[in-house]
């Protein structure tokens, strides 16, 4: 983070705990799925779907959360937006605990806004785009003008010209046109985090960048914090300070973008790195990293959840839960073989 | 160099009434020699899958398919429907995007396979079950006795494309199109899946079509890669050729904007500007002058004709560069174009 975005952010009225405390502080997250026995579930079938999560968020940086499908960043941020309760833990923003008498949740969600992956599923498809944009200023209080001038400014700052699009109805426009739109919402009520799930992945790759483009942009002008989610290793490099690797619910690995991308330190994070395409037609990949897919969240394995797949593993991994051991940097990795103190025969070697 | 297998001419694809036309391949030509591996890479609209589904004709009669698709000797535009029966999974299979939606969900994924062996190559439904359990272990299936009882909804993502790469291959086809199979996949299985159909593809002499918008998969699994854009071939070449040299603005445009590790932070990525061609409204000229940072003037009045830039390798575009030794503008292509 440059100097000059450290005093624009301590310049924000709004930071109440100022440069040093997080943006957000996410402790102790669990949120299991399914234990009432529902019409379909056969006994206690309990997803597992976030399983004990710490991380914190630093003000003006991007922390990018990677994961494959079942490994709970999309929970995560549906805990952190209040759209689904937490079964356990406590999330603090700016050093005030959300739901609180300090932060209710409609001034929390005044200050953090999410962008969906579905561009046109999140839109209501009856509201104009000019509408759509000025809906939550509007619930917020602001007239009706007002709230229209912000929307037209906005859609300019998007990239759209208000002239051409203020009055059209989603299914008038593009995939990349769309996700624009729902970006200039989620801007709307001036927030301080953008929470970006999969925000670019249905887009064409030719327009991905261009909004990725934006998203830098609309970051250093705003002063923004992101939390970035995203499947795609190469998208998620590119926007990170920050990045956290999710595996069934937990938290595999967290530290520097450079330090989990240059020396992961979880087996995990190294598999997933070795999926990637090569890119390179004389150097193509021979053999795949890990065999199978994700195991279901619902019965998770014991001891290490990724034991049951990692080539490391022996009985120590599916007994003993490693927690996360710093590494140095504020680089965190949840395996034993990252911990010298662990006891992992491997380390003996 | 033998007959190719899959010989497309002039192939054009049109959807819709009176009222509103819309040329979705708008005159592709393609060839696909045996055993060989064949990438289309484009976005959403480019006519890819469109190009694919007409190989089976799986489109709905409405759409109307002009040119010529010859595929093992065959005529598919105009064959007879119980000859189209036996040619779909008999000479040519597909693999779909979502296994989930190809599968039928009420009937146990072996049973399935075994209807498929028994309609097209005779024999018992006990001959069918021993088949589809000799590709399930053939695509890797662990426990593949039990996987065969096996609804859809029973097996996760990785396995059910797995299945459904069984169930293409079931009746032993000369050539497999596949449709984005790993575009659904996480990841770490979507490398298995890919290593899987080459080393299929390999032992089996298999030509595969691989349809895909992903640069990093066609460069895993394709010997060569055909770039469309706006229902056309853009850009046709061997692979690594593709990668390294592109030739058409687009390609160069595509591999450019890739966000890769080689960027400073806090750079940008050099975007393409503008968004994908409205296939009801397409310009005059080339699809892709309106975005393209080297069009001149010629570009917006006529559709640029093939440039040969290496032998087998060439691009629709009229900045192309032709190769020193070839003077000569779309000659002997794209037949002499394989890999």
Request: hydrophobic share 40%; aromatic share 4%.
């Amino acid at each position: 983070m440059s100097m000059d975005v450290v005093a624009a952010l301590s310049a924000d009225p709004r930071d109440r705990g100022g440069p040093a405390t997080p943006l957000l502080s996410v402790r102790g997250l669990v949120k299991h799925f399914g234990r009432k026995g529902g019409l379909l579930s056969k006994g206690s079938a309990i997803v597992r779907a976030v399983d004990g999560v710490d991380f914190e968020v630093a003000k003006g940086e991007t922390l990018g959360i990677v994961g494959e499908s079942g490994c709970g960043k999309s929970t995560t941020a549906r805990l952190i937006m209040q759209i689904i309760k937490p079964d356990v833990g406590e999330i603090l923003f700016d050093g005030e605990e959300v739901g609180s008498s300090e932060l209710d949740l409609t001034d929390f969600r005044r200050q953090v806004q999410m962008v969906f992956q579905d561009s046109y599923a999140s839109l209501n498809p009856r509201l104009t785009v000019e509408d759509t944009i000025a809906f939550g200023p509007r619930v917020h209080g602001l007239p009706r003008r007002a709230a229209i001038a912000r929307a037209h400014d906005l859609l300019r700052r998007v990239g759209l010209e208000p002239a051409r699009f203020a009055g059209r109805y989603p299914h008038e426009i593009s995939g990349g046109q769309r996700q624009r739109v729902n970006i200039a919402r989620g801007l709307a009520l001036e927030p301080r985090l953008l929470i970006l799930d999969e925000a670019v992945s249905a887009l064409d790759k030719s327009i991905e960048a261009q909004v990725l483009n934006l998203l830098l942009d609309l970051k250093d002008e705003f002063g923004l914090t992101f939390i970035f989610i995203s499947h795609d290793l190469n998208v998620v490099r590119f926007m990170s300070d920050r990045v956290m690797v999710m595996y069934l619910g937990k938290v595999a690995e967290i530290g520097p973008a450079e330090a989990i991308f240059g020396r992961p330190r979880h087996p995990y994070t190294e598999a997933l790195l070795a999926s990637m395409p090569s890119m390179d037609p004389d150097n193509r990949t021979q053999e795949a990293p890990i065999s199978g897919d994700p195991p279901n969240p619902i019965n998770p394995p014991s001891g290490c959840r990724f034991h049951t797949r990692c080539k490391f593993a022996t009985a120590l991994c599916s007994r003993a839960e490693p927690p996360p051991y710093d590494v140095g940097g504020g680089h965190l990795a949840a395996c034993h073989l990252a911990n010298p103190e662990s006891g992992h025969p491997r380390l003996a070697a | 160099m033998t007959a190719p297998i899959v010989n497309v001419k002039g192939l054009t694809v049109d959807f819709g009434t009176r009222a509103s036309k819309l040329r979705a391949v708008a005159g592709v030509d393609l060839t696909l020699a045996k055993g060989e591996t064949l990438a289309l890479l484009g976005e959403s609209g480019s006519g890819k899958s469109v190009t694919l589904r007409a190989l089976m004709r799986l489109h709905p009669r409405s759409a109307k398919i002009g040119g010529s698709i010859t595929v093992d000797g065959r005529d598919v535009l105009t064959m007879p429907a119980g000859e189209l029966g036996r040619y779909r999974g008999g000479i040519v299979s597909m693999v779909f995007q979502d296994p989930g939606l190809a599968f039928d969900p009420v009937y146990r994924v072996g049973d399935q396979i075994a209807e498929a062996v028994v309609r097209h190559m005779g024999g018992s439904f006990r001959d069918g079950r021993a088949r589809a359990l000799e590709l399930f272990e053939r695509v890797r299936i662990p426990s593949p006795e039990r996987r065969l009882d096996n609804y859809p909804h029973e097996m996760s993502g990785g396995m059910r494309q797995r299945a459904m790469i069984a169930l293409a291959l079931a009746c032993r086809p000369k050539v497999l199109l596949a449709d984005e199979p790993t575009t659904a996949l996480d990841a770490t299985v979507q490398i298995q899946v890919l290593l899987l159909l080459r080393e299929l593809q390999r032992e089996l002499g298999l030509a595969v079509i691989f349809v895909t918008h992903d640069i990093g998969v066609a460069v895993e699994v394709a010997d060569r890669i055909a770039v469309m854009y706006g229902g056309r071939i853009v850009e046709l070449g061997p692979c690594a050729e593709v990668i390294r040299g592109p030739a058409h603005p687009y390609t160069q445009g595509l591999l450019a904007s890739r966000a890769g590790h080689a960027i400073a932070k806090g750079a940008r990525l050099v975007a393409i500007p503008g968004s994908p061609p409205d296939l009801a409204n397409l310009p005059p000229g080339c699809a892709f002058a309106p975005r393209c940072n080297q069009a001149i003037e010629a570009c917006r009045k006529s559709i640029p004709g093939p440039v040969v830039v290496e032998p087998g390798h060439f691009a629709c575009c009229l900045r192309a560069e032709p190769a020193a030794s070839s003077t000569s503008r779309a000659q002997a292509l794209p037949q002499s174009a394989v890999g």
